[in-house]
């Protein structure tokens, strides 16, 4: 486990904290006045290897050339200049900190960290973290890298879980879940939702779909994830015979065919790597999902009545009914969407290029 430290006074700055992978929704803005919850689990962090934050430059300042070498391939509205390697962590983590009254931008509902950081070291005055806590972003506290330092404390961190412990503590990532809002007369209010979680994860793996299409039609298994990609597909990708099918594949699922063009599978909650077979069986192009997604696709939830809690005589099981649905079709999250496609070196053709620059025409007709 790991100590944030203030690079200019030494005073700790978090509680112990083990490292994790980078959410795919650590930088979704989800919806109008909605609020999210906090992003990172307590007593985790996680490293946002790009820059991300203030200061931001327009796209038509970025030479082709710097964009590239960045890793980014297709216009975006700005680009970052700010250091790569943030930290995020639960702001309950935070120890010996400071908001900074002057840099608290924001208050649609909270602040929002568009100032640059707010927070500063309650030793030093030392400016080293920015909370962000606004209507529609995820709740959380994005230390400085260029003003906080590591320490390993209590020995080596523990290793990672494998996969099959994963599996066995199947922490399944729900796809529906009410989401609170501000400015009820009565107090937060909510309504029932599609997972903003599921939302960017589907945003991130629709840009790799896209990319491993060829400029064919894709096809995914039945069920829930037809309900959550086939939609845009068919809508973003030309029809016409000889489509490119996409299983499902990874720990504890059958191997997926050996003939299968694309194969979905779970990325690591800890390390973020991507599930790779022991001995791979084709050449099938990989789409990442979080490991909470994955799982509930992989191995989906019926609802069962069973008992919540307590014992019930035998034979007597409780009717409780499932989570509400949500009233709207499946749309992945554009942003990520965006993040995800622009990174990835095949949006340089023509075809798939169009997708990203029409994305507002898309979103004005549902698909995102």
Request: proline share 13%; charged share 20%.
């Amino acid at each position: 486990m790991f100590v944030f430290v203030c690079a200019g006074c030494g005073s700790e700055l978090t509680t112990p904290l083990s490292r994790v992978a980078l959410p795919a929704h650590a930088h979704q803005k989800y919806g109008n006045g909605s609020q999210l919850p906090v992003l990172m689990e307590s007593g985790t962090f996680a490293v946002d290897p790009e820059p991300w934050g203030p200061p931001w430059r327009r796209w038509e300042e970025i030479h082709p050339d710097e964009a590239v070498a960045r890793g980014i391939y297709a216009p975006v509205y700005a680009m970052s200049d700010g250091a790569p390697g943030s930290i995020v962590i639960a702001p309950g983590d935070a120890r010996g900190t400071l908001l900074i009254p002057e840099r608290a931008g924001g208050y649609c509902c909270g602040l929002d960290g568009a100032d640059g950081p707010n927070m500063a070291c309650e030793e030093c005055d030392l400016p080293i973290a920015s909370r962000i806590d606004d209507c529609s972003l995820w709740q959380a506290v994005w230390l400085a890298p260029d003003a906080v330092r590591r320490i390993l404390v209590d020995g080596a961190d523990s290793a990672p879980l494998s996969w099959a412990e994963l599996l066995e503590e199947g922490k399944y990532t729900p796809p529906f879940e009410p989401i609170a809002t501000w400015g009820s007369r009565l107090g937060p209010s909510h309504f029932w939702s599609w997972s903003p979680q599921w939302e960017a994860a589907a945003g991130r793996a629709l840009a790799h779909l896209l990319a491993a299409s060829e400029g064919r039609p894709v096809t995914v298994p039945d069920g829930l994830c037809k309900e959550v990609f086939q939609r845009a597909l068919d809508a973003l990708l030309p029809a016409g015979p000889q489509a490119r099918r996409a299983v499902m594949a990874g720990p504890g699922h059958p191997t997926a065919d050996a003939d299968a063009d694309i194969v979905l599978v779970p990325s690591h909650p800890q390390t973020g790597e991507t599930w790779t077979p022991a001995d791979p069986v084709s050449a099938a192009y990989p789409v990442p999902l979080p490991f909470g997604v994955w799982l509930w696709l992989a191995f989906p939830k019926p609802h069962l009545p069973v008992p919540s809690s307590g014992g019930l005589p035998d034979g007597v099981l409780r009717d409780d009914p499932p989570a509400p649905r949500p009233r709207y079709l499946f749309r992945a999250d554009p942003g990520t969407f965006q993040q995800t496609l622009v990174r990835l070196p095949a949006v340089r053709r023509p075809w798939l290029r169009e997708i990203p620059e029409n994305l507002t025409q898309h979103m004005r007709v549902g698909l995102f």
